[in-house]
């Protein structure tokens, strides 16, 4: 096997010793050094003793307990310098940091074995992979909040079954909003702690509620939000059935710090209505129920009936920048709306004034926009909505779609009112109004198209409520903190316009 | 309610939303999970099964305690016959064989005297006739790298004692040239032959002699205290079954008609033979994955094994299935001369050390073994870590005491692993491609990917529908 351009070092080291895989590493590191054709440093046990000899190397009379240290070196080469490798190689070596960072949990499972047994899973990865991180906290014992939305409903029917049978709570899926011991999860508003229990089959509806007791919490004892429980958009539809409701109701009922609770939710299936409550009436805690639809009451006229039960008057909803507002350009209403329950709300009310109106999300299925989403008749558009969210942000984060729409609106001469929402808190973008007041002035230039906002959001938001109404009334403006309030001033915008009537 | 530190997993403005409140917040470093796997991985996750079906599975798989009982021929304990072969990993034909396989087989037919010369076998093992193939699995049997028994060959016997369930392994015959790695010339086959005429009967006589049955599992617990992972280090488990057995070899060796030569000649192979527990270490995983079979919708993995060809995995919810993927060449060092190009891919039922949560599972407590790619002690620390996303629960009797005696990461969760993408590590030896080579390296390994996968969509069909 050796060639004449090479030499052969072989040398004992008796009462050396290493593991045969670092020596293993140690010739395969020598084997790296210039010069060296092959290196086989070992034990000198039978079977390395058979290796050396395969390789052609003679090995002298040893015991396996003699370190064997073998090269095979390019003609001229330095002896020396391979056996400083060996040596090197041979050297103990200290990592040198002391890193022992544990990496990161990668499983919802895995995160919650570092928690304490209360952990609570906020989960908003998408929604084809929602259900499998849920289901890991379900099964762990902890309550879940899924932001995520597109999670297929058989799924929330599995997840919200499995924690029922564990007395585990699903906040969700698609569940925009939740606030638990005063920590806002999702898109949740700052609100001043009362004693006052939320269940909420609606993100927006139940902001609006945190919005108006808040305001109405400044000057009345007593007016607070201890939890709002989010259940998810879909809780109280005939498919879903209300589970996630039912052990929201049952964990405040039980709370002895919650005296009153208070149930929204977008329009329900009324078997699940009904249902609801004879259910809430068996409950020691009464239960105000604001369950949107035909004929219900408003969220605005829901918080007054719980400030009502509480023994309070409400108070004027307030409204800034009426000034700015001129009558209808046109004869249609514009609503463009990033809150889903905000815009079932106007639309109701709408309905009852102006006749059945077209939306993305219709009251029924014949009113449904197409893919255009303005045509020629009143039009409501939740941009929140699964289908305009697939493969994008929330309009929440991500005003771009909005804001578009709002121009072509503008640009449509049948424009009379554009009514708008825009929703602060935790999660929202850090200053929205500042993405939406110039929109705002563009979509006035031509002409004064009035311009409604419903503005929902404390003075302990991380955006300041009060800043944020100040830019937009500069834009040009009508800021209302009531949903309600800003819905009848554009029907009452609308309904005095010529061509009001159809 | 009152607790209020918060799991985030999905957008990173969430969990910053929540930390903004002055909130403890743990991040979960989610990813993609394997293509195409999101509709299988939501029909299991909401299988009602599956919770108390693993929660069954990891329960009887961690109940088990493995007792050597006996020493016997595989004719005697398997029934095996004459022509009668058994081998590593998932089910293989002959055409398909690797080298090493195929060595291993040959030389296992002239050790039964089908052929004289090891090497007239290929033919026999072609024509089909007479001969057949089953692998070991199938036969309550693990065999490490080709897992090739025959019927002479004698088997260790453990046993279950709670249900009288049995499985079997071979005995170890040490490194290097020798016919689990695929080497069949004189000298394996004559120690091979020493075997069964002196080493099998005299461990026979000593396990019979043994007052009390040896503890296997208890071993293990106090070997992976003491530097072995029980896959590719033994050591400490070797040393401690002699301790177990040399007694009895020397007086019941005697009255069972061997000399003091016997007696010395088989001590001296064992302790001269740092893999030999290894032999008993398998079939003491297969005994507690083999409780842990048959469970509806249980997403466990209940055997790894590789024939040299095909990697297969078999899973608790789906019977005796076996989901099958190219096996891959390990990563690691090479004996000698030898290079990956030498190399056969991956082979041997000893994944049943992985699948039961040791071997490459327990590298924390076995940092050597880590240096077989180069690596350091934070990465055996890191490993052990990291093989913890996959499983289902920690074995209390095997802890690590480097981790704050933390339990070895146990019971692979199929769906865990399409999650992350985070696959079993397993450590391994290498065997060289060419039939009659024997062992070239060791290193490290992992299954093919795309086998879980395929083993969810069988669970994922088996879902009952609502």
């Known amino acids: 096997m050796t060639t004449p351009l090479t030499t052969d070092h072989v040398e004992l080291r008796s009462g050396a010793y290493a593991d045969s895989v670092t020596l293993l590493q140690v010739s395969r590191s020598v084997q790296a050094t210039p010069g060296v054709v092959t290196a086989q440093v070992a034990m000198a046990t039978g079977l390395n003793l058979e290796v050396l000899e395969g390789m052609g190397f003679t090995v002298p009379a040893s015991s396996p307990n003699d370190m064997v240290v073998a090269l095979r070196l390019e003609e001229g080469a330095d002896a020396a310098q391979a056996l400083a490798a060996v040596d090197a190689a041979l050297a103990p070596t200290r990592p040198t940091s002391g890193d022992t960072t544990v990496a990161p949990p990668r499983t919802t499972t895995a995160a919650l074995r570092r928690t304490g047994a209360g952990a609570v899973a906020l989960v908003s990865v998408p929604g084809a992979s929602a259900t499998v991180e849920a289901m890991d906290a379900l099964e762990a014992g902890h309550d879940v909040m899924a932001f995520s939305d597109n999670v297929p409903v058989a799924e929330e029917v599995a997840l919200k079954t499995y924690a029922a049978s564990r007395g585990a709570l699903v906040m969700g899926p698609d569940c925009g909003t939740a606030v638990i011991d005063g920590v806002g999860l999702g898109f949740a508003n700052t609100v001043r702690p009362g004693r006052i229990g939320l269940v909420a089959a609606s993100g927006t509806g139940c902001q609006q509620l945190l919005a108006l007791l808040h305001h109405a919490g400044a000057s009345l004892d007593g007016v607070g939000v201890r939890h709002a429980l989010g259940v998810g958009g879909r809780d109280l539809s005939a498919a879903v059935g209300g589970l996630a409701t039912r052990e929201a109701l049952r964990r405040l009922d039980a709370d002895p710090d919650v005296d009153l609770v208070v149930v929204v939710s977008k329009p329900p299936a009324p078997d699940v209505a009904d249902a609801l409550a004879r259910e809430s009436d068996a409950l020691g805690t009464p239960v105000e129920l604001g369950l949107l639809g035909r004929g219900q009451r408003d969220l605005t006229a829901v918080a007054e009936a719980v400030l009502a039960r509480l023994g309070h008057e409400a108070p004027a909803w307030p409204v800034h920048g009426a000034d700015n507002t001129g009558p209808a350009t046109g004869p249609l209403l514009r609503g463009l709306f990033v809150g889903g329950t905000l815009c079932d709300e106007s639309m109701l009310m709408a309905t009852d004034v102006l006749g059945p109106v077209r939306s993305n999300i219709p009251l029924s299925e014949e009113l449904a926009l197409g893919d255009e989403l303005l045509v020629d008749d009143h039009t409501f558009v939740d941009f929140g909505d699964d289908a305009l969210t697939q493969g994008r942000a929330h309009p929440m984060i991500d005003p771009t779609l909005r804001n578009e729409q709002l121009a072509r609106a503008a640009a449509d001469p049948a424009t009379g009112v554009i009514l708008l929402d825009l929703v602060l808190g935790h999660g929202a973008e850090p200053d929205p109004a500042a993405l939406l007041a110039p929109e705002i002035v563009a979509a006035r230039r031509e002409r004064p198209v009035p311009v409604v906002v419903s503005l929902v959001g404390t003075d302990l938001d991380p955006q300041g409520l009060e800043a944020q109404r100040d830019a937009l009334v500069a834009a040009g403006a009508e800021v209302h903190l009531s949903n309600a309030s800003a819905t009848r001033r554009a029907l009452e915008l609308i309904s005095r316009s010529e061509g009001a009537a159809r | ?466």
């Open chain 2, 1 to 466: 309610m009152t607790d209020t530190t918060i799991v985030s997993v999905g957008a990173d403005m969430f969990a910053d939303a929540v930390a903004a409140q002055a909130v403890d917040v743990e991040r979960v470093d989610w990813r993609p999970p394997m293509p195409g796997t999101e509709t299988d991985l939501a029909a299991v996750a909401t299988d009602p099964r599956r919770p108390e079906a693993n929660r069954r599975a990891v329960e009887a798989m961690l109940g088990v305690t493995a007792h050597l009982v006996d020493v016997a021929p595989a004719s005697e304990v398997l029934g095996l016959e004459k022509g009668q072969f058994l081998h590593a990993g998932p089910p293989i034909e002959w055409a398909r064989t690797s080298g090493p396989l195929r060595g291993a087989l040959m030389g296992g037919a002239a050790l039964e005297g089908l052929v004289d010369d090891p090497e007239d076998a290929a033919a026999l093992f072609e024509s089909g006739s007479n001969v057949s193939l089953e692998p070991c699995h199938h036969r309550s049997a693990v065999g490490p790298m080709a897992g090739v028994v025959t019927p002479s060959m004698w088997m260790w016997v453990l046993e279950d004692r709670a249900t009288g369930r049995r499985t079997y392994c071979s005995l170890n015959e040490g490194l290097g040239k020798v016919l689990r790695y695929g080497a069949y010339n004189d000298e394996v086959l004559t120690r091979l032959r020493w075997m069964g005429d002196v080493l099998g009967p005299l461990l026979q006589a000593a396990v019979r002699g043994t007052e009390e049955a040896t503890d296997v599992t208890g071993i293990l617990t106090q070997m992976l205290q003491m530097g072995d992972e029980a896959h590719n280090r033994n050591r400490a488990g070797t040393l401690m079954l002699l301790r177990d057995l040399s007694p009895a070899m020397v007086s019941a060796g005697s009255d069972a008609g061997f000399d003091g030569k016997d007696v010395a000649d088989v001590l001296r192979f064992v302790g001269g033979n740092d893999h030999f527990f290894l032999n008993l270490a398998m079939p003491a995983c297969k005994l507690a994955l083999d409780a842990g079979r048959d469970v509806p919708g249980s997403t466990m993995v209940v055997a790894m094994a590789r024939n040299g060809t095909d990697f297969g995995i078999q899973v608790s919810g789906t019977g005796d299935e076996w989901f099958t993927g190219p096996a891959q060449v390990a990563e690691g060092l090479f004996l000698g001369d030898y290079g990956p190009d030498d190399a056969n891919p991956d082979i041997g039922d000893s994944a049943i050390t992985e699948t039961a949560g040791i071997g490459g599972f327990a590298m924390a407590t076995a940092p050597a073994i880590v240096r077989l790619v180069g690596g350091s002690v934070p990465d055996a620390l890191a490993t052990t870590r990291r093989m913890h996303e996959i499983t289902l629960a920690e074995n209390p009797r095997w802890s690590v005491p480097v981790l704050e005696f933390q339990g070895t990461p146990t019971g692979i969760d199929v769906s865990k692993v399409c999650r992350t993408g985070i696959l079993p590590q397993i450590n391994t030896g290498m065997a060289g491609a060419v039939a009659g080579v024997g062992q070239v390296g060791a290193g490290l390994v992992t299954p093919p990917a795309e086998i879980f996968p395929k083993a969810l969509a069988a669970l994922a069909a088996r879902v009952p529908t609502a």
